[in-house]
């Protein structure tokens, strides 16, 4: 995941040495130095990394689909006794594919790739990734630091939580890591990450949990921890690693405007993962707890009326008939301030916390009625993936999304429908490839269905028509090609020169 940050301004070559003259000036005279605040870091990180980076893993995935279509080849009328005669008949009758006397060439497939980390959790062959690296692969092979190489198998994989599972069958027992506990990590802790950032294998990179909770609007259920050791693409799906080489993360995502590290890189905390992993193992799906609420967010205005105090909890903005928060007692304008022993600090804290709580057992959960507060017993039931109870209203219906055909592509304006259908990132904004010509230019530049146009010839689009408006004005400008950003569904770009032609 990549996102555009606006820069800081620079203090210019003056002002960086006065600053570091400001600071050589000030621990040589300042009569009272704390030594906390300039501690180093640890002496080396060698022996923790020696420890662990066996258990982590590259993983390449491919996936290989048949072309849909494909243009039929013309025959060329060749006078007889022309000396190409013999292999143009062989080439288009005989050729790949073909039969005796008929146009039928074999049909093609389209291979992808991707390339992501993983690591060890069972020395018998149990590898987690994310499951943003694997997709819809249909060959994955797991490259360990030594060289070896194994096929894998989909064990399971959760999309909410961008978390996967693999197994290998290795002939001798496997270097393995295990979870520890990330709710003992502290902003400030020392951290490394180590991955396959752009295929550079083995990689080490140090830094500190600089935020946890962390909300990037990626799903219901975002907790991630923040740090400053470099992520780069290639590392999704690696270990984040404590200094007792426990794994506290991992790495999904990054915040920036190139693709490259800039020092905010998100990972899945274990105290998530690790439940989440658990239930991948056992029963190739996730199962995860449901309360049966539709719930808001508390402002101040809200909790002022309330007599909270504070503005904390999630407000109760409807209950579900046949969910178990309604015989349990819970009603809407209840506030849950306290949900199995975990507060509730606002309603962001509640989806994720039942989510995770064990499906069929019995929570106590305070709230509070009218001012006063009182705790409830509630048996979770499981929740339904298809029919996930939403913070705010159903959107009503709208037209359908506009959409035009230009260099062998077709596409669309996004609308919610198109963004669940292909699964769109939130916030992704531009114009949606919904088919692509498999004998077009567009093709040949790995431009797939499901693909965003950001930005066309330089410029920014929104909406179909801007992408043929612009092909237009750049063909008039004499221009035989465009420079293209390609977004994919998670919002990770890339640049492609098409052809105008």
């Known amino acids: 995941m990549t996102r555009a940050l606006t820069a800081p301004s620079a203090s210019g070559r003056w002002g960086t040495a006065l600053a570091a003259v400001g600071v050589a000036a000030m621990l040589a005279f300042s009569p009272v130095a704390s030594a906390p605040a300039f501690a180093k870091g640890p002496d080396s990180l060698a022996d923790l990394s020696s420890s662990v980076i066996d258990a982590v893993v590259n993983i390449s995935a491919t996936s290989t689909a048949p072309v849909a279509e494909r243009r039929q080849l013309q025959i060329p009328q060749l006078p007889p ?12 009758r005989r050729g790949p594919g073909g039969q005796n006397g008929q146009n039928s060439p074999a049909p093609q497939q389209r291979r992808g790739n991707s390339l992501g980390s993983g690591f060890v959790i069972d020395s018998a062959g149990i590898v987690v990734t994310n499951n943003h690296v694997i997709g819809e692969a249909n060959d994955i092979t797991v490259i360990f630091n030594d060289g070896q190489r194994l096929k894998a198998e989909i064990v399971g994989k959760d999309t909410k939580i961008d978390l996967a599972v693999l197994r290998v069958k290795p002939e001798r027992p496997l270097k393995a890591v295990k979870f520890g506990d990330s709710e003992k990590a502290r902003v400030g802790d020392w951290v490394i990450a180590i991955g396959n950032p752009f295929g550079l294998g083995g990689s080490v990179s140090a830094g500190i949990v600089s935020a946890r909770n962390r909300n990037i609007d990626s799903g219901p259920y975002d907790n991630y921890i923040q740090t400053d050791a470099a992520i780069n693409k290639g590392n999704s799906g690696g270990p984040l690693f404590n200094m007792d080489g426990e794994v506290i ?117 305070k709230i509070i009625r009218k001012g006063a507060e009182q705790t409830k017993t509630v048996k979770l039931a499981r929740l ?81 028509e801007d992408v043929v408006n612009r092909v237009e004005a750049l063909k008039k400008d004499g221009k035989k090609s465009a420079v293209v950003v390609i977004a994919n569904a998670q919002g990770e770009t890339r640049f492609v020169a098409l052809p105008l032609n």
Request: charged residues 25%; aromatic residues 6%.
């Open 81 to 92: 006794g022309t000396p190409f005669e013999e292999f143009f008949d062989e080439f288009f």
């Open 249 to 365: 993360g991992i790495n999904t995502a990054i915040l920036s405007p190139s693709g490259g590290s800039i020092g905010i890189g998100f990972a899945v905390p274990s105290s998530v993962a690790a439940s989440v992993v658990d239930q991948l193992q056992q029963y190739g799906e996730t199962r995860r707890g449901w309360l049966g609420v539709r719930i808001q967010q508390v402002d101040d205005s809200l909790a002022e009326a309330m007599k909270l105090g504070s503005a904390r909890g999630a407000l109760i903005a409807g209950v579900d008939d046949k969910g178990p928060a309604k015989p349990a007692g819970l009603e809407a304008g209840d506030v849950i301030v306290k949900f199995d022993g975990r507060d509730i600090r606002d309603s962001r804290d509640l989806p994720r916390i039942v989510a995770a709580t064990p499906v069929g057992k019995e929570v106590e959960v």
């Open 384 to 464: 339904d993936e298809t029919v996930v109870a939403s913070n705010t209203a159903k959107p009503q219906s709208t037209p359908a999304p506009e959409t035009k055909q230009v260099l062998g592509l077709e596409t669309s304006s996004i609308t919610d429908e198109v963004r669940k259908r292909f699964n769109l990132k939130e916030g992704l904004k531009g114009v949606v490839v919904t088919r692509v010509d498999p004998n077009s230019s567009a093709a040949d530049k790995r431009i797939q269905a499901g693909d965003v146009i950001v930005e066309f010839g330089e410029q920014p689009v929104t909406k179909p």
